[in-house]
């Protein structure tokens, strides 16, 4: 693998880890305080949760220096697929059959994709 293939992928993976992460902390951030609707918006869960997505943001802007959006985009597709399972780890939310559906389309899709590119990455 080569270098560039290798900070490519530790990329993705730190961007998809920020979106995760800043989703668990939005929603934690979000029944934080149930009987305050305005102070949710100002916990700090929720702007953890939000400078989190800033770096996922400034993550994927540095992927798309490499690869073309549609490729970078289908690959960050797992992110979709990682909040579920985070969300069910964390905050013991259960995995619908639908979901686990929708994860193997999702899993499908960017097999697809890096098959099509002759790599996974």
Excluded: H
């Excluded at 693998?1 to 880890?17: E, P, R, S």
């Amino acid at each position: 693998m080569g270098a560039c293939v290798v900070k490519v992928a530790l990329g993705l993976t730190f961007m998809i880890t920020c979106t995760v992460v800043a989703n668990l902390l939005m929603k934690l951030g979000a029944i934080a305080r149930p009987e305050d609707r305005i102070l949710r918006i100002v916990d700090w869960k929720t702007l953890a949760g939000l400078t989190s997505f800033g770096f996922a943001g400034l993550t994927y802007a540095w992927i798309l220096a490499f690869l073309p959006l549609n490729v970078a985009q289908s690959y960050t597709a797992a992110q979709f697929v990682a909040v579920i399972f985070a969300s069910a780890i964390v905050l013991s939310e259960p995995i619908s059959m639908t979901q686990w559906v929708g994860i193997s389309l999702i899993f499908a899709g960017i097999m697809i994709v890096g098959v099509g590119r002759g790599t996974i990455i």
